[in-house]
């Protein structure tokens, strides 16, 4: 064989390389710390409270794909639940985790712009609010409010209200988020062209 023979090339054909589910770690760290953050939006209604735990798993979406934005919201959401015991919690959040990232991430993963991640975040409030809602109508009702007439009549002024909310935050503060980090977390070749890189000065 001659010695000027080229050697075999192996490429990593992992789907997660070692950075992205070291940050996806990180994430799930921040995530579920995020998710025992308890503030209440509506006066009188204690068992409704918002918690910024959404927004690492849609950065992490933007970044890596909707994939890795859904496992990182559904592992916070069942480290808190086996932490306080809550199961069935921990369900609801993680459909709540795919209805607000699944949208948003497909969306950018096409349009892999600004314009993208807004329409995406726009699509995600919307699908996450009437999600929301649905799994609160299943899941709920089977496990929690026995009945449906205990949670129809909070459909409108309540349910429908908190989570439109809960879901606005929830997709500004990625977008703050995501831009000033998506440099450090995203690989080079999934950033956004024209994007300006962090140079040291």
Known sequence: MSANAKKPQFNNSNRWNTRQLVTMALMCAIASLFSFVQIPLIPGVSFLTYDPSLMP??????AFGPGAGIAVGSIAAVIHGLILGEWVGSLMNIFA?????????????????????IAGLVISVITATAGAILVNLTIGVWFYYGSADVIIPLILPVLLPFNLVKTILNALLTLVVYKAVSNLITPKKDRVKGRPTNQAA
């Open 57 to 62: 798993a849609m950065v992490c979406g933007f």
């Open 97 to 117: 985790t795919a209805f607000f990232v699944l949208p948003a991430a497909l969306l950018y993963r096409r349009m892999h712009t600004l314009k993208g991640a």
